[in-house]
């Protein structure tokens, strides 16, 4: 029981704490799950593609996930319901005093911190996402001449010019596991790997 | 124009009544509907939104999607879940808020909810893991494009500059809690803005 409310109260937190559309929930979501010991690292990195190529948010989708995992279906919904509460609640409320919310000064003053902010947030949650791919074993010199951080590193730029030139995301998903493949296979067959 | 209406098709109130509760069940299941096909989430959902809930169907209008839009932005939570809910609340009150949001997060729910019960089974395969080593690369060029996006819209006036490369700084090199780091920032902006009104009524 007590399992089950860490899970609701922490994705609580997230839903409360995270303000603007797509990945703003990222740097609390690492942060948390990360203590938490609910995923690695990579775990995280992970889930956001299985999260890229499934229906729905990203913040609904971990929260289901991380539940699933700890606790199963109760622990699921737990979580789930969590994430969603403040929204639910918040959005009621403004929709109620709708034009108050607009004119109101602290709100525009809130949002005048929090949207650089999250862009800072998430630039941070960024480079920490780039070390764990990266240099999965940690910052060393030995990892650049490491087959996959060349790997990852041609796969990183290539699949950086496609999204610019507007690729589905499923299918910078699908493209990146097909050249993870190959090369996998590929660097055995030369034995570059075990 | 309510009044006419009803008076046209029937003299009680009854069929009002019933006309609501319907209303609620199609929230819930245009909302599944929305939920169900939008990968990614965020704003991929937001023309979907308005083909559905706007253009097709007159629950709200335009300019009032667009005001949704804008508070999903600046309270918190996942855009989907703020705008199924005021979506909701405004065509068909609390059940309305209800049923919309219910049915934009049960896809999600039960998609991961059956993906969870063999994802870990698959995880040690060879072959996953390999594909998964480049799927990550992938995801960070994603990422990036993302961040990219948002940068776009950024206001790039110095204080908005100063409080990003804060965030940045504390949420990278220190170990203090995203919780404060947000609460900080959200204080700053609040006198950055305060100021800048105060200018703005003297000047």
């Known amino acids: 029981m007590s399992g089950l409310f860490e899970l609701f109260f922490t994705f609580f937190k997230i839903g409360l704490f995270t303000i603007g559309g797509g990945y703003a929930m990222l740097p609390l979501v690492q942060q948390e799950v990360l203590e938490k010991g609910w995923m690695t690292a990579e775990d995280i990195v992970n889930f956001i593609a299985v999260s890229e190529s499934t229906p729905g948010p990203f913040a609904i989708n971990i ?10 279906i109760a622990g699921s919904a737990a979580a789930t319901l969590g994430v969603v509460l403040p929204s639910f609640i918040i959005i009621l409320i403004v929709a109620k005093f709708y034009s108050a919310f607009r004119k109101s000064k602290v709100i525009g003053g809130v949002m005048t911190g929090l949207r650089p902010a999250v862009i800072g947030m998430i630039a941070s949650a960024l480079l920490s996402l780039a070390l ?16 996959w951080f060349w790997v990852s590193l041609v796969t990183f730029a290539l699949m950086l010019v496609l999204v610019f030139k507007k690729l589905h995301p499923i299918i910078i998903i699908v493209l990146s596991a097909g050249i993870g493949l190959a090369c996998g296979y590929a660097g055995e067959y030369m034995q570059l790997i075990q | 124009m309510d009044s006419e209406k009803q008076q046209a098709d029937s003299p009680n109130t009854e069929p009002h009544k019933t006309a609501d509760k319907l209303l609620a069940l199609k929230l819930f299941a245009i909302f599944f ?4 096909f939008t990968f990614g989430g965020g704003y991929a959902m937001i023309p979907i939104i308005e083909r559905e809930t706007a253009e097709k169907r007159d629950w709200i209008n335009k300019d009032e999607l667009i005001d949704i839009i804008a508070v999903s932005e600046s309270t918190p939570g996942p855009i989907a879940i703020n705008s199924a809910t005021f979506i909701g609340y405004r065509t068909a009150g609390l059940p309305g808020s209800i049923c919309a949001t219910l049915g934009v997060v049960l896809p999600s729910f039960i998609i991961i909810l059956l993906i969870s019960t063999f994802l870990s089974q698959f995880a040690n395969y060879k072959g996953v893991i390999y594909a998964f080593n480049g799927i990550r690369a992938g995801v960070l060029a994603l990422i990036v494009k993302a961040l990219w996006s948002m940068a776009q819209k ?3 006036d110095i204080p908005s500059i100063v409080i990003a490369l804060l965030a940045f700084i504390f949420a990278a090199f220190t170990e203090i809690n995203i919780l404060f780091i947000i609460i900080g920032c959200a204080l700053l902006g609040s006198a950055v803005y305060f100021f800048a009104q105060r200018r703005a009524r003297k000047g």
Request: aromatic share 18%; hydrophobic share 35%.
């Open chain 2, 33 to 36: 509907k929305i939920g169900a």
């Open chain 1, 63 to 72: 929260a289901t996930y991380i539940g699933s995992e700890t606790h199963g």
């Open chain 1, 132 to 147: 764990t791919v990266f240099f999965p074993a940690g910052l060393s010199l030995g990892q650049f001449t490491s087959y």
């Open chain 2, 154 to 156: 950024f206001p790039k």
